[in-house]
T-cell receptor, first 119, second 117 residues
């Protein structure tokens, strides 16, 4: 199993409070991702990182920010949590395959998830 | 824009029955990859298979098989002789490369499979 941990695993917070979720990997993979999972939507990409200090937005990035100061850590921050951000959050990692011509080949390995409830 | 449709929200079968999970996708890319992931009740996501768009050979792995048909933009997943341990949510996903490397997975909404004794 890929070495990916997420913390906390569960969190309950109140509307308007800041929340930071952490993803930690021991695989030295270059690419890291944050997804959210909601009923009826599957998983949707929030932000991703293609290297230390290199990040970009996904399809549902409003209300979220990320930071990556080390290869192994990718932080997701909700500056002011809202009830619509109640969800299960998954971190994922991937690495380039030197034998593939496209990075679309890369499988992503997922962390165990964080269940966030915003009251 | 990429899109993945899993029209079956929930399927219930009796153990030992065969079951097929449907996946239909939309993309403008001529070369792409498709994935299936399994999410058991414990919640983690488990990679099952990757398939590229230029290889239409069916793939079999034990009781699992996948049928990729580019002409109908489908990538269906069949479980033969289902078992209770197969009970899970199954996701189909379409991969899109990012310019800086890495890739975005566009997931379908998932199919909940329940296998009963």
């Amino acid at each position: 199993d890929a070495g990916i941990t997420q913390s906390p695993r569960h969190k309950v917070t109140e509307t308007g409070t800041p929340v930071t979720l952490r993803c930690h990997q021991t695989e030295n993979h270059r690419y890291m991702y944050w997804y959210r999972q909601d009923p009826g939507h599957g998983l949707r990409l929030i932000h991703y990182s293609y290297g230390v200090k290199d990040t970009d937005k996904g399809e549902v990035s409003d209300g979220y920010s990320v930071s990556r100061s080390k290869t192994e850590d990718f932080l997701l921050t909700l500056e002011s949590a809202t009830s619509s951000q109640t969800s299960v959050y998954f971190c994922a990692i991937s690495e380039l395959n030197p034998f593939s011509f496209s990075s679309s080949y890369n499988e992503q390995f997922f962390g165990p998830g964080t269940r966030l409830t915003v009251l | 824009a990429q899109k993945v449709t899993q029209a079956q929200t929930e399927i219930s079968v009796v153990e030992k029955e065969d079951v097929t999970l449907d996946c239909v996708y939309e993309t403008r890319d001529t070369t792409y990859y498709l994935f299936w992931y399994k999410q058991p009740p414990s919640g983690e996501l488990v990679f099952l298979i990757r398939r590229n768009s230029f290889d239409e050979q069916n793939e079999i792995s034990g009781r699992y098989s996948w049928n990729f048909q580019k002409s109908t933009s489908s990538f269906n997943f069949t479980i033969t002789a289902s078992q209770v341990v197969d009970s899970a949510v199954y996701f189909c996903a379409l991969s899109e490369a990012f310019e800086g490397g890495g890739n975005k997975l566009t997931f379908g909404t998932g199919t909940q499979l329940k296998v009963e004794l």
